[in-house]
């Protein structure tokens, strides 16, 4: 009885299905041609719909080609304009839940940090300062143009790479090889922003190599981070000839999550 029931019900879906096909071709033949769209599948078609208006949301844009209306939105509104979209799953994980300028939210924690860069790093009081490191990260670079140029037959040198030295040292090829293997990975974890919840199992994979290339970059970064602290105990300030600006995030208390930022945010 169950099995005579359950085909009846399957012939009934196949012959309703194939008769509102043909209406809709044959309303189609009647009315003006129109450029071909998408097959419609009744029923499904018709609840993603549904499921769109009712989970989704609109997402208003704001485009500014003019500079009055630029000047009022980013200085007289600054605090209304200030915000930013939500980040992404991925972005937030790379970012230890966005603790830095570029992709954190307006919030007391950006304007700390902002404050932070301006007044001890982009301030005009503190150019004088940073004299010396200009003058140390100039004369690596002539030493080092000198001792190429005098070793190479046809003087062949690469200034990139000499600049990058005098101001990274050796560890600006770790860092440089790291972030191009996490940029070219960006379009690979695209996906991992939908339902992430769900995408930590479906593509568990993916999300491991996430992990992989975040835990590379503590590996990285967190060793230069203790030793400048190390460095820095038992020193004076007045005795820096300037102010390095992980220094400055060292005491820097956030007064949202009332503690200081540990190495792997810094």
Same mark, same amino acid.
Not at 10 to 34: C, D, E, G, W
Not at 110 to 132: D, E, G, M, P, V
Not at 133 to 147: E, Q, V
Not at 173 to 183: A, F, T
């Given at each position: ?8 019900? &399957?012939?009934? &879906? ?34 993603? /719909? ?11 844009? &704001? ?16 605090? #209304? ?16 839940? !966005?603790?830095? #300028? ?18 001890? &790093? ?13 003058? /140390?990260?100039?004369?690596?670079? #002539?030493?080092? %143009? ?28 770790? #860092? ?7 940029? %070219? ?12 919840? %769900? ?7 993916? /999300? ?6 975040? !835990? ?51």
């Amino acid at each position: 009885m169950e099995a005579s029931f359950f085909a009846l019900f &399957i012939t009934f &879906i196949f012959f309703t299905t194939r008769f509102v096909v043909a209406l809709n071709r044959y309303t189609k033949k009647r009315s003006h041609q129109l450029p071909p769209g998408p097959p419609t599948i009744p029923f499904f078609g018709n609840l993603l /719909w549904m499921l769109i208006k009712s989970f989704s949301r609109s997402k208003p844009l &704001i485009v500014i080609a003019n500079h009055s209306v630029a000047y009022q939105a980013l200085i007289d509104n600054s605090v #209304i304009f200030a915000g930013r979209p939500q980040a992404m799953a991925t972005d937030k994980f790379l970012s230890c839940e !966005q603790h830095n #300028i570029s992709s954190a939210f307006y919030s007391p924690t950006w304007l700390q940090l902002r404050r932070n860069l301006t007044y001890n &790093i982009l301030h005009t009081s503190r150019i004088k300062s940073f004299a010396c490191a200009r003058k /140390w990260a100039l004369d690596a670079l #002539i030493n080092r %143009l000198k001792s190429h140029s005098s070793s190479y037959e046809y003087h062949y040198t690469e200034i990139r790479e000499h600049i990058q030295h005098a101001l990274y040292n050796k560890k600006i090829q770790e #860092i440089k090889d790291l972030q191009r293997r996490l940029q %070219l990975s960006f379009d690979e974890f695209k996906v991992l922003n939908l339902f992430p919840s %769900l995408g930590k199992f479906v593509f568990h994979k993916r /999300w491991e190599k996430l992990r992989q290339l975040r !835990q590379d970059q503590e590996k990285l970064m967190v060793p230069l981070i203790k030793a400048r602290k190390a460095m820095r105990e038992g020193k004076n300030e007045k005795d820096e000839p300037f102010l390095p600006y992980v220094d400055t995030l060292f005491d820097l208390q956030l007064k949202e999550e009332n503690r200081k930022l540990e190495e792997r945010k810094l």
